[in-house]
């Protein structure tokens, strides 16, 4: 979760383990702004991969409707810098300088940003926990209000209310219960930079590129290997750059992918069917969490009429803007 | 300009790197930054830009943004800072650092106004 500005209700997980009867179990909050919900899965996993628990619940939740747009944004951004806070910098605007750079630098359309709002509000028309279950045409998302030049209303993720939560355990207490359940084979977090300007390649995400590193390696696994993705796109442009910066793609062809129709639900590698943040909507500490249910719908073959064909998922969780990220893969058992 | 005008500070470490802000030790090469470099009357290149028009509050708005590039002793240094206008104004554009006493009205949005400077500098046009 975020650290209880939305609401001045802080303590929540105290407030959880006394309402679901799960007293005297050990609680905390893991904040990590915007990536929080992965890592809380990292730190869920640490405490079983320890020995320290057999059970660990994960709760990712936002309440932040009951606040408008400007405040909202203003919360978020009170994780910048002061030297950047000053001049009034908000997330979007982040994007909005980094879409620019990314579409003079690498010759990308306009049109293939709104191509990923496009194609992730088609894939959230069928998942029943999507915020919009609406398509959008291209024609619409080039059209709609400017936010922040080049990017308009619909390369943006909304503010969102709600929750997501997953069960760890060691595999051996697992399978007590169900057959039904995946294998975190890989997990990582890294840090970049906190002044966002200092980075030497503003359509580079140093703690995407170094936490996936962590995790394919820990899976044994490679960019290759992964079937389906939940990547965190927040904006538009942040697909591109996760989908290049987890090795997906070369550096600056990830608009390619997209307009080639590789990231479809019908493509080689689908990204985001669940809708993405852009659709299902991105209430800051669950989405991690809900990246990793919607990879786990996948892997078990629950995932209805977004189903692909997949044994190996990968989820990126990223916080302020690339500042905090987790990877995790998941694998069928 | 007069001795006493602000001053926009990147700091260097002995080994030449130079960063805006700076940091309790430098992000290259972990030495301790020992002085500053004043970049008010140097000229900057646009590295990239945007015009936001959801601004909270106590933003302007619309809000010209731009990350801008300074070039101290053949070491590059960057810093996002306001545009005073975004008329005309492209990646590689030349621009200048212009004072600013209040960049957002301090105390508006959630962040402490005790808690930092509001002064700074915008870039205009070159
Ligand atoms: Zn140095």
């Known amino acids: 979760m975020a650290s209880g500005e939305f609401e001045g209700q802080t303590g929540v997980p105290n407030a959880l383990a006394h309402d679901l009867n799960a007293l005297p179990a050990y609680t905390q909050r893991v904040d990590q702004t915007s990536a929080s919900g992965g890592a809380g899965i990292y730190a869920a996993w640490q405490s079983v991969a320890s020995g320290a628990s057999d059970l660990t619940l994960l709760v990712g939740g936002e309440k932040m409707t009951h606040k408008t747009t400007g405040e909202a944004t203003d919360v978020i951004a009170s994780l910048t810098h002061p030297v950047e806070y000053k001049h009034g910098v908000t997330l979007p605007s982040f994007a909005g300088l980094t879409a620019r750079k990314y579409l003079d630098e690498y010759d990308a359309p306009r049109e293939s940003l709104g191509k990923v709002a496009v194609k992730n509000h088609r894939n959230g028309t069928d998942n029943p926990h999507a915020q919009f279950r609406k398509e959008v045409d291209l024609e619409t998302v080039l059209e709609s209000p400017v936010v922040a030049d080049p990017l308009r209303l619909y390369d943006f993720c909304p503010i969102t209310d709600g929750s997501a939560g997953l069960v760890f355990c060691p595999e051996s207490v697992a399978q007590e219960y169900t057959d039904d359940y995946v294998v975190v084979s890989g997990v990582g977090g890294a840090t970049d930079t906190h002044v966002v300007h200092e980075r030497e390649d503003p359509t580079t995400m140093g703690g995407v590129v170094e936490s996936s590193n962590v995790a394919y390696e820990m899976a044994d696994r490679g960019p290759e290997d992964v079937d389906v993705a939940e990547l965190h796109d927040m904006f538009t442009i942040l697909e591109f750059l996760q989908s290049e910066d987890l090795g997906f793609f070369e550096k600056g062809e990830g608009w390619k992918a997209v307009e080639e129709g590789v990231t479809d639900r019908d493509g080689d590698l689908p990204i985001n069917t669940s809708g993405g943040l852009k659709s299902k909507g991105h209430p800051l500490g669950a989405s991690g969490v809900a990246q990793a249910y919607e990879i786990y719908q996948q892997l078990l073959g629950d995932a209805g009429a977004r189903q692909v064909d997949a044994t190996v998922g990968l989820a990126c969780n990223v916080g302020g803007f690339g500042n905090c990220v987790t990877t995790t893969i998941l694998e069928q058992p | ?126």
Not at chain 2, 25 to 37: H, L, N, S
Not at chain 2, 41 to 62: K, Q
């Open chain 2, 1 to 126: 300009m007069t001795d006493d005008a602000p001053s926009f500070d990147a700091h260097r470490c002995e080994n030449g790197h130079v960063t805006y802000p700076g940091h309790t030790r430098c992000p290259d090469c972990g030495a301790e930054q020992t002085e500053t470099v004043d970049l008010s009357d140097r000229t900057g290149t646009v590295v990239t830009w945007t015009t936001s028009t959801a601004t909270p509050p106590g933003v302007r708005e619309p809000n010209h943004l731009a990350i801008v590039e300074f070039t101290v002793d053949g070491e590059s240094v960057r810093a996002l800072g306001q545009l005073t206008t975004a008329d005309g104004v492209d990646i590689g554009d030349d621009v200048e650092p212009v004072y600013a006493a209040e960049l957002r009205e301090p105390g508006a949005g959630i962040r402490e106004p005790d808690s930092q400077a509001w002064d700074g500098f915008r870039f205009e046009p070159a």
